[in-house]
């Protein structure tokens, strides 16, 4: 009789104990802790949502961030979310540095009961399940703005004789096996395939930075020289680094070479300005506010849309003078 109730009297210490702890963590405010496994810092694009993701999280006294930065390379991301698993965080956000490879760790999080959301970019899986939500640009109608600006403007700016003639583009890609390259590229080709004349002749990764931009288009200047007539860049750092390929080549770039590009970072701003790019299609890195909402939603029992688009606009050079004061990023 008397084991029986030493033992009833340690269940119940225990429960008090237990009951007790979810009290004070209650009356302390848990937090709502979210890992997030950022790509890196490879462009302008990507330091102004790294920004907008931390700024915006310290706007939530309920909500702690873990963030951790991948170097571009998806072992660390798959790294960090591991750690964030082991931790036994409340939410895992990332932004995939590559579409693939994806599926054992967040199968991971699944069974760890962490839901995921995808920020910028998405995953090719085969379980949808893995993810709660994606939020983040349609890059295929990015490609399909920027061939649909070029194939409209080309005539205005370029010799009208030439026009007629064979247009021959080069073209920097993002990352390779990236969503954004994969997809700008796709959206690009949907439209320029209806206008026989204007013609992709070299295509390439920049790994969407400056440097490999600039090196990748010394390579093409090299090879094509005055037979190039538009650089389309994924992004506009790549684009960037071929204003100083193509004047180190001694061409004027936005006059012998049309450049059309993707981000609408502050710097493609001021190369429109400088009369050296002629058009940059947005793609908002400031995805902070949306991501921190749907965390909040998400653990406050809502159902998340699966996709959260961002609403964005095409910058010409004769609006860059009146816009970029306007820019956030
Ligand atoms: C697009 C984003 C891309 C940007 C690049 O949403 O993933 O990655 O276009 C960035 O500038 O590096």
């Known amino acids: 009789m008397k084991a029986i109730f030493k033992t009833m009297s340690v269940i119940v210490a225990v429960l008090v104990v237990c009951s007790l702890a979810v009290v004070t963590a209650n009356a302390a405010g848990k937090k709502i802790v979210v890992g997030f496994s950022q790509i890196g810092a490879e462009s302008a694009w990507r330091v102004a949502n790294t920004e907008s993701i931390i700024s915006e999280a310290k706007k939530y006294p309920n909500i702690e961030l873990k963030f951790s930065d991948a170097q571009q390379k998806q072992e660390n991301q798959i790294k960090a979310i591991r750690s964030f698993i ?8 990332f932004s995939p540095v590559v579409e693939t490879g994806w599926t054992p760790v967040l199968k991971e999080a699944k069974r760890a009961g962490i839901p995921v959301i995808l920020s910028d970019r998405a995953v090719d899986t085969d ?10 640009s349609d890059f295929v109608e990015e490609g399909r703005r920027a061939a649909q600006w070029l194939v409209d403007n080309y005539e205005r700016l370029k010799n009208p004789a030439k026009s007629m003639q064979v247009v021959n583009i080069v073209e920097l890609q993002g990352t390779v096996g990236s969503a954004p390259a ?7 080709e949907e439209v320029i395939v209806k206008y026989p004349n204007f013609k992709i002749i070299k295509s390439q990764s920049g790994d969407f930075t400056r440097s490999k931009g600039k090196e ?10 005055k037979k190039i007539d538009v650089l389309f860049g994924h992004n506009d750092d790549m684009a960037i680094g071929a204003i100083q390929a193509i004047e180190e080549f001694g061409l004027k770039p936005g006059k012998d070479i049309i450049i059309v590009s993707i981000d609408a970072v502050r710097g493609a701003f001021e190369a429109m300005l400088d009369g050296k790019l002629n ?7 400031l995805l902070g506010p949306q991501l921190f909402q749907a965390v909040n939603d998400l653990m406050a029992g809502k159902t998340l849309p699966r996709r959260i688009v961002t609403e ?11 816009t970029l004061p306007t820019r956030k990023y």
């Open 86 to 93: 082991a931790q036994g965080v409340d939410v895992i956000a």
């Open 127 to 136: 379980d949808d399940s893995l993810w709660v939500s994606f939020m983040g």
């Open 182 to 188: 994969i997809d700008r590229k796709v959206g690009f």
């Open 216 to 225: 990748v288009m010394e390579a093409f200047m090299k090879a094509e020289g």
């Open 279 to 285: 058009c940059t299609v947005e793609c908002s890195p």
């Open 312 to 322: 964005e606009g095409v910058f010409p050079q004769e609006v860059a003078a009146e």
